[in-house]
Nanobody
Framework: QVQLVESGGGLVKPGGSLRLSCVASGFTLNSYVIGWFRQAPGKERERVSCIESRDGSTSYADSVKGRFIMSRDNAKDNDKTTVHLQMNSLKPEDTAVYFC????????????????WGQGTQVTVSS
């Protein structure tokens, strides 16, 4: 059973930075993608970024491109990995619950649906 646990959320002032982490475990295949999503109150869930297990290739939503960086720790276990979302130059509109999710795709695509989700971590950007 794939499980994901996010951490690192909190309150930060506009222009500040936060680093989110997601520990994903229980993979049974070597090829998968992990995505970060966010949902603000009263708004639809938004795809933020994605990373591919094969080679660490990443992709980003236009709203965060150039400010957010997704990365992963060097793989030591075949069935477990940790990914991070470094969020810089944060804006009040980045306020949301951030989720990581995964599924067995080879390449990232913002059209993918995901079966496995973490519980989310709150990010609040406010002065």
């Amino acid at each position: 059973q794939v499980q994901l646990v996010e951490s690192g959320g909190g309150l930060v002032k506009p222009g500040g930075s936060l680093r989110l982490s997601c520990v994903a475990s229980g993979f049974t295949l070597n090829s998968y993608v992990i995505g970060w999503f966010r949902q603000a109150p009263g708004k639809e869930r938004e795809r933020v970024s994605c990373i591919e297990s094969r080679d660490g290739s990443t992709s980003y939503a236009d709203s965060v491109k150039g400010r957010f960086i997704m990365s992963r720790d060097n793989a030591k276990d075949n069935d477990k990995t940790t990914v991070h979302l470094q969020m810089n130059s944060l804006k009040p509109e980045d306020t949301a619950v951030y989720f990581c999710a995964t599924d067995y795709y080879v390449h990232c695509s913002f059209n993918h649906e995901y079966d496995y989700w973490g519980q989310g971590t709150q990010v609040t950007v406010s002065s």
